[in-house]
Each structure stands twice: as C-alpha cells, then as structure tokens.
C-alpha cells in the first residue's frame, strides 16, 4: 500500500484475511498496526518500498506470522477511540 493517505482499509481487509501488509507510514492506520511482524512500514521512495517488500518476502520466508503477533482489527467504535485517543482529543 504505497498511498500516503487514506482509511487503511486494505490493510485491514488483508490482516482479516492473514496477509501481512507493507504500507506507507503515512497511510491511514499505520500508527495502530505499527511494531507487528505482519506490518512492515517505509517512509516514502522507491528504494524505501523495495526495502520494506524485502523484509517483508524474508517474514514470509522464514514464517514469522502467528495468531498471537497479529495485531487486533479493531472495531468501527474502537478505532473511532485510539484514533481520537492518539489525536489527543480524548
């Protein structure tokens, strides 16, 4: 997911799915699912991508993906709350 903004909901809809992501730091909900090794985030650029897919194709090679290290989906109300939580308007 290399678009800067927008709602993550790609991200979620593969995490739902047991896809690991790599996005965009600036994308929707990388500050949730951030510090996960379903999620590799990069800062912007093209050798930025390459590394982030990289890392992630190594995960994936070496299998680092289980149930308990996958990041919780939130739900419509509680992300509505860590979004307003980490705003700070909460």
């Not at 093209?46 to 919780?72: H, I, T, Y």
């Amino acid at each position: 997911m290399p678009a800067v903004q927008g709602f993550g909901l790609p991200a979620l809809e593969a995490l739902v799915r047991d896809v690991p992501v790599v996005m965009h730091r600036q994308s929707g909900v990388s500050e949730i699912l951030d510090g996960t090794p379903w999620v590799s985030l990069f800062d912007g650029g093209v050798e930025n991508l390459r590394a982030a897919l990289g890392d992630m194709l190594d995960a994936r090679e070496d299998w680092v993906f289980d149930e308990g290290s996958k990041p919780s989906v939130p739900t419509e109300a509680s992300f509505a709350r860590e979004i307003a939580a980490h705003c700070g308007w909460l």
